[in-house]
């Protein structure tokens, strides 16, 4: 983790549902170089990222996720180019995925479709 003063800092101030998610609320996205390296991605880019396999910092058990993160830019700001993505940020919508859950979802949803 990137430890001492940074020049940004991406922290979570809501979560949906929040039971179950309180180990997020709180929690510094930025901290971890994996997810700041998907933040930049996706803060440069405009686009919707994926970061590799991670460990959620509300996991309690061995079990990897993944993140989707969306840029959310300032109203009416221009965001033409990288420099003005970067000023206009206002945050991050993200979509938070645990591996074996997302799977054994799809797993079972297929298994339905069988019968």
Known sequence: ?????R???FVVNFVEP??????????DLGSNDARLAALARARDSGDPVTTAPITLAQETGQQ?????????YENGEPVYAIEQRRKALKG?????FRSSD?????????????N
């Open 92 to 96: 991050f919508v993200l979509v938070v």
């Open 102 to 114: 997302l799977f054994s979802s799809v797993l079972s949803s297929i298994s339905s479709f069988k």
């Open 64 to 72: 990897s996720g993944f993140l989707i993160l969306l840029p959310v």
């Open 1 to 5: 983790m990137p430890e001492g003063e």
């Open 7 to 9: 020049g940004e800092y």
């Open 18 to 27: 929040f039971q179950g998610n309180e180990g997020a609320f709180g929690f």
